[in-house]
């Protein structure tokens, strides 16, 4: 891999793979553990110590070697202060983890000065990872030396277009869901992949449309860096917000995205 313009995030990219080799020794020996612990959060969403014990032992590593930066994860509280933020979802995808559905993930995302700027996504249930950094393409493998690079889909069309969401559910929650439906009918295909797989299809140019009424910032910070990088887009559903910043998302090949805010961004 290159190093493109001013800015060098390498160090922080292997930095992140080291995080998550960490995290996946955590999550896959606790995977299917007939004494995994759950626990349901103020918000009723559920929570395992396999959760609990990934994003620590990510927190401590961080700690170490960037103790500089700040870190913001879905289980603790912020810690720090910085313009370099690093963003931890130890398992997206509890619930499937928690019922031994191997679609779920671990979430590392880097924003430095306000821009996503990294992502890792790694899916050890599936032997999957991917990751990108800012200028250096998105990639998909166990690691940067063994990684290949992938992009986006060149469908242009919506009739032509594969789409993935997650649950009905949120769209009917936000009083949205007959925009979902509407844009249902016009693709080619709608599939439930759900949570972080839909925007790794999308980068990997398997699916072009991925979209979700309803997130926050640890679901979104390393899924963005990677669809962009990979010639895509990712705002919010109303396509006022670039990147993860928003209360929920859309992702594309970029060529539909503007056809998908006719559907999605009322």
Known sequence: MSIHGDYDYDGDLRLAHALADH?????????????????SKPDLTPVTDAD??????????????????AI????????GESS????????????????GVPVWATLIGLIDDGEAVLGLVSAPALRRRWFAAKG?????????SSARRIHVSRVAELAEASFSCSSLGGWEKQERLADFLALTRVVWRTRGYGDFWSYMLVAEGAVDIAAEPELALHDMAALA????EAGG?????AGRV?????????????????????????
């Open 72 to 79: 913001r994860g879905e289980e603790y509280d912020d810690q």
């Open 23 to 39: 995290a996946d020794e955590v999550t896959l020996a606790r995977f299917q553990a007939e004494d995994l612990r759950v626990e």
């Open 136 to 144: 250096e393409g998105a990639w998909t493998g166990r690691s940067m």
């Open 242 to 266: 670039e990147g993860p910043f928003g209360r929920d998302a859309l992702a594309t090949n970029a060529l539909l995205h503007a056809q998908v805010l006719g559907y999605l961004g009322s």
């Open 84 to 99: 370099r933020v690093w963003v931890i979802d130890p398992i997206d995808g509890t619930k499937n983890y928690l019922r």
């Open 233 to 237: 887009r990712f705002t919010d559903t």
């Open 225 to 228: 860096p990677i669809v962009t």
């Open 52 to 69: 609990h014990t990934a994003e620590r032992r990510i927190r401590q590593m961080l700690s170490s070697a960037r103790h500089g930066d």
